[in-house]
């Protein structure tokens, strides 16, 4: 586990952005990336009749609609024990190797980060 304090500013914001999009829309999970450019993309889980994403490839989709190219990083703050393989691929496919992805608990604690390449 990993205090968030010992992360960067920016890698600290992309963490409590996601788990602030958890808590405000009472979700599953909560999820932010960061771009190539310093903009950040903060979404949660959707989960409509018709359509189910994660909050993370919620968040690559609004990157890729808003005409980013690269990710620099990114997080999920849920309960689940680890990233599934699509979030992980899809972060992957627009960050490439490298990209972190910062796993959290609801309290902010940064329990992995996962290389998403």
Known sequence: ?????????EDRKIVT???SARARNGV???AAVRDETGRTYV??????????LSAL??????????GATSLEAAAVVTEAES???EDLAAVGDLGGAGTPVFLASPDG?????????
Do not use: C, Y
């Open 109 to 117: 604690t940064v329990r992995a980060v996962v290389d998403a390449g």
């Open 1 to 9: 586990m990993t205090d968030i304090t010992a992360l960067g500013p």
């Open 57 to 66: 490839r919620t968040a690559v989709a609004m990157a890729v609609a808003s």
């Open 43 to 52: 979404a949660g889980t959707v989960g409509l009749a018709s359509l189910k």
């Open 83 to 85: 990233a599934s393989a």
């Open 17 to 19: 952005l996601a788990r």
């Open 28 to 30: 599953l999970e909560g």
